[in-house]
Structure formats: C-alpha cells, structure tokens
Antibody
Framework: EVQLVESGGGLVQPGRSLRLSCTAS????????MIWFRQAPGKGLEWVGF??????????EYAATVKGRFTISRDDSKSIAYLQMNSLKTEDTAVYYC????????????WGQGTLVTVSS | DIVMTQSPDSLAVSLGERATINCKSS????????????LAWYQQKPGQPPRLLIN???TRESGVPDRFSGSGSGTDFTLTISSLQAEDVAFYYC?????????FGQGTKVEIK
C-alpha cells in the first residue's frame, strides 16, 4: 500500500528554520519525483516545489514565494523527501503536503495527510 | 504565470442532480506534441488532503465513481458530477501542470440544496 507521511511541522518564530520530511512506503521511491504543496488555513492550494528523480538529474523547481528560502532534497536510500524551510515568514503558515510523480504520466495520485507549520512570534 | 479561474465559487445542487464546475486557464495547457491537456481536478473535504479525481483533463483516476467526468481542452475545462450524492459535498479545485509555477483555481464549494 502506497503511503506518504509528512512530519516535522510545528510552531516556529518568524526568521527561524524548520525541516519537514515526507516518508514514503509501498512503492519504489527512486522512480518518482516528489512534490510539495501547501494550504494556508481556510485558503486554497499552492504548489511549493518539486525534486525530480535522479535519472532526470534530481533537479528542483520552486514557487517564486519560496525560492531562495526553501530547499527540497531527497534520500532515496531512506525513501524520504525533505523540505528545508529557512527565513520563515508568517505567510508560510500552512498545512504542507507531499505527493509524487513518476514523470511518465502517473502523478498526484497519492498525497500525505499533511503537517501543519505555524509561523508566529 | 498561468492563472486558473474557476466558476462558480460555490453552488448548491439537489441530490441526484447534475453539478458543473468550470475552469479557465489564462493560456492553453494543451501540449501539442502529445495532444495532452496538463490539467487535473481534485476533491477536498474538511481536514483531509486533496483527492485526485481527474488527470489529463478527462482521465478518471482509479476508484473514482463514474459520476465524475472531466472535459475540455486548451483553456476551457469542466468537471461534471452527473448525479450529486451526499458524500460529494466538498471543495473542488482545478490545477494546471503544463508549466511551472503549477497553479490552482481558487476552488468551488459544492453543497446540497
């Protein structure tokens, strides 16, 4: 059974850092790009960024709102994708979700339950 | 950035009746080389992650009831629920993944009349 489990969320002060994890199981993690989305309380969905699979260079892309502050990485040996969030702002408060993309037409089919990040002093 | 605009923002439909949600993109999301529309539809209920309903504008995801269908091409898309059930009360979002930044519509709230 495919599972994606986000963790690492919590309350953090503005300007501080936090690292989220997306732990995958039930599929060959290395065969998928991993995607991060977020949803501010009571708001719509926003794409954060993704990391391609190693066979596509393992490169990353980010939304303009997080570029330069957030970094996505992956550890294929542990089946974990990370979202390192630096210089956090109050507007980064959201539930953060991860999803997957096999880069061959199967994408967004599984999502984690999300982890809440609250940026507040 | 591609702007996705959904209409209406909310709609109330009687049980068993048809619900139609529209999604318009500010530029085409049809990739000419493979003739695929890079457009997805999601359902989201309170406290839950989004659930993929439709991918590539019209391909129903495995396990999704056949009362859900997607149509359209280029810049204009529609999600149709042919016979609304109580469990369909939710927010619905369209998303383009034709080019980054991937963008979503603002969402449509579907309720029972």
């Amino acid at each position: 059974e495919v599972q994606l489990v986000e963790s690492g969320g919590g309350l953090v002060q503005p300007g501080r850092s936090l690292r989220l994890s997306c732990t995958a199981s039930g599929f060959t993690f290395a065969d998928y790009a991993m995607i991060w989305f977020r949803q501010a309380p009571g708001k719509g969905l926003e794409w954060v960024g993704f990391i391609r699979k190693k066979t596509y260079g393992g490169t990353t892309e980010y939304a303009a709102t997080v570029k330069g502050r957030f970094t996505i990485s992956r550890d294929d040996s542990k089946s974990i994708a990370y979202l390192q969030m630096n210089s956090l702002k109050t507007e980064d408060t959201a539930v953060y979700y991860c999803s997957r993309d096999d880069m061959r037409g199967k994408l967004f089919d599984y999502w984690g339950q999300g982890t809440l990040v609250t940026v507040s002093s | 950035d591609i702007v996705m605009t959904q209409s209406p923002d909310s709609l109330a439909v009687s049980l068993g009746e048809r619900a139609t949600i529209n999604c318009k993109s500010s530029q085409s999301v049809l990739y000419s080389s493979n003739n695929k529309n890079y457009l997805a539809w999601y359902q989201q209920k309170p406290g839950q992650p989004p659930r993929l309903l439709i991918n590539w504008a019209s391909t129903r995801e495995s396990g999704v009831p056949d009362r859900f269908s997607g149509s359209g091409s280029g810049t204009d898309f529609t999600l149709t629920i042919s016979s609304l059930q109580a469990e369909d009360v939710a927010f619905y979002y369209c998303q383009q993944f034709y080019t980054t930044p991937w963008t979503f519509g603002q969402g449509t709230k579907v309720e029972i009349k």
